[in-house]
Each structure stands twice: as structure tokens, then as C-alpha cells.
């Protein structure tokens, strides 16, 4: 039965190769007999005009085997971002009724490219580095508005994420990587002194700063008096996140087909105590170590 089925998508995968841009107009909506399988895999090609790229994706359990192929993705956003050899999760959605009989949603971006390949402008050739950065308002968890420019004289890490992201190697990981490094710098009075983290949530709807307050004493460890002092979580308004994520190059959009989905792309940035972009560390392969470090020699 899986040889079957893996034939019949393959055909449809051939078919699908030889649409032209009228891709673009596919129907993103699913029936609700649709059927969704989560995906990972690797990016071999990119067509931008047809809203297609093909991937490189592992075993998809119970309904086919890894193989190459092209995926149509109606989601504008990942334009952007999806370069050969970046790694991706994403949701493939199988529809029948569709005018795509299948699509990639819920995409989930990690550019990390194979070796050989040219690696997309992160460390200290992304066009940010040596910016200052700008004067944009954020409310933290205790409900204090502070900006970035207010850490002159400090180095520090920011990153970006929302509250209720499902992803392990996305949100999640950021999450437990800056409350592992908090409680590292907070054991160095070296680096107390100088260096600080901040993560930004793009979800204001949702992510109060309340709300970011409990997220944060679940990855701190200490609920009954979580130190925020190292490690802040903010939000701002729409506009203002919008801002400061343009800044640094984050995409994200709400999912078309389930509201409470944001896509996005991995965006953690070094500042320096100058109030300037020191070093983009690339999507989610960064270590905690490489973070510590990225900060400590930042500040000198």
C-alpha cells in the first residue's frame, strides 16, 4: 500500500512540475477531509515564479519514503528566506479536492546550507552588522516600556520569538537557549556587570506581558522568584515589533489557515555596548556556548 501511494503522489508531483505561474493562484484553503503530515527535509532548488521548491525530505511516517521533490508553498513570506540548502519543517498538506492537490504550510526555516555552498549573510557579513540600532519603544514582563538604545555601555543578545510557537527547534530552542545562558551569566560577575539578553515576541495579540512573565519563569526554573534581571522578554505594538523585526531581517505572518500558527523565519543578533549590530548568529545551530562567547567578546 505505501508503494502505491508514494507512485500516485509521484505522479501528481510530475504533473504538478509542469504548471506554469499559474501556481501563484492556487487555492490555500484545505477541505476538511485534507491530510496532514509533518515534513522535514532540505532545500535543493528554488522557483520563486512558481511558488514551488523542491525538497529534499526525510521519511514521512505512514505515507511515504524519502525522496526529492516539488512542493508548492502558497505562503508569501518565505520568498525571502528559502535559499538551496536551507533546512526546513513544515506541514504537508494532502487535498484532493484542491486546485493544488498538495502544498507545504507552516513553514518553519533554519539556513543552514550544505558545505560547499555559498551560507546566507549572517555572522559579520549581514548587511545589519555596524548599524545602530534603532530607538523602537518594547513593554517588558513586568510591564516596564524600555528600548534597546537604553542598553549603551552593555552587550546584548536579542532574539525573537512567540509564546505559543509549537516547534521545538524554533521558539522553543531560543527559549531554552537564553534562559540557559541567563542562568550561565548570572554565575560570572564579569559578565553580569556587562551583558544582557532580550527576546521579542511578535505575537502582541496574544503574548502580554503577563503572559511572557510565566513563559519565562517555566524556562527560568524559579517560580516562586524568577530573576529577570539578566534575561527580559518584551512585546510592543504591531507596529513597533513590525519595526524592529524589519531591522533585523525577521519574517513572519499568521498562518492563512490556522490563526493560531505564526510562520516565521531565525533572526538572534549581538549588539554591541556602542548600541551597534556586532554578529547575526544563523538560524537555530547556534549553541549556547557560541552565544556566551558571541557576548563576552562584544563587550570587550
Not at 492556487?26 to 528554488?46: H, I
Not at 516547534?167 to 545562558?181: T, V
Not at 511578535?202 to 519563569?217: I, S
Request: charged letters at 25%.
Amino acid at each position: 500500500m505505501k508503494y502505491k501511494i508514494v507512485v500516485i503522489l509521484s505522479l501528481v508531483l510530475i504533473a504538478a512540475s509542469c504548471k506554469n505561474a499559474d501556481v501563484s493562484n492556487a487555492n490555500a484553503g484545505a477541505s476538511a477531509s485534507a491530510k496532514r503530515y509533518p515534513l522535514k527535509g532540505t532545500v535543493v532548488s528554488v522557483d520563486k515564479q512558481n511558488k514551488t521548491a523542491k525538497i529534499e525530505h526525510e521519511d514521512i511516517p505512514g505515507f511515504m519514503e524519502a525522496m526529492t521533490m516539488d512542493f508548492p508553498i502558497h505562503e508569501t513570506w518565505v520568498w525571502n528566506d528559502l535559499t538551496p540548502g536551507s533546512e526546513i519543517q513544515a506541514e504537508l498538506v494532502v487535498d484532493n479536492g484542491a486546485k493544488d492537490p498538495f502544498w507545504l504550510e507552516k513553514i518553519g526555516i533554519s539556513a543552514a546550507p550544505r558545505p560547499g555552498q555559498e551560507p546566507p549573510p549572517t555572522g559579520e557579513n549581514a548587511p545589519q552588522i555596524g548599524k545602530a540600532v534603532p530607538d523602537i519603544k518594547l513593554t517588558d514582563q513586568d510591564g516596564k516600556r524600555f528600548s534597546l538604545v537604553d542598553y549603551r555601555g552593555k552587550a546584548v543578545a536579542v532574539t525573537f520569538i512567540y509564546r505559543e510557537c509549537p516547534l521545538p527547534e524554533y521558539c522553543i530552542k531560543m527559549s531554552q537557549n537564553f534562559s540557559d545562558a541567563a542562568n550561565r551569566i548570572a554565575l560570572d560577575p564579569g559578565l553580569r556587570e556587562k551583558t544582557r539578553l532580550v527576546s521579542v515576541s511578535f505575537d502582541p495579540a496574544r503574548d502580554t506581558p503577563e503572559k511572557l512573565r510565566q513563559y519565562g519563569q517555566g524556562y527560568l526554573g524559579n517560580a516562586a522568584k524568577p530573576d529577570f534581571s539578566i534575561w527580559r522578554l518584551a512585546v510592543g505594538t504591531d507596529k513597533e515589533v513590525r519595526a524592529l523585526a524589519d531591522f533585523f531581517g525577521l519574517k513572519y505572518e499568521v498562518d492563512a489557515n490556522d490563526k493560531a500558527i505564526i510562520n516565521h523565519s531565525l533572526v538572534t543578533a549581538v549588539i554591541g555596548p556602542d548600541g551597534t549590530v556586532k554578529k547575526l548568529l544563523p538560524g537555530n545551530r547556534w549553541t549556547v556556548d557560541e552565544l556566551v562567547a558571541s557576548l563576552a567578546q562584544a563587550a570587550g
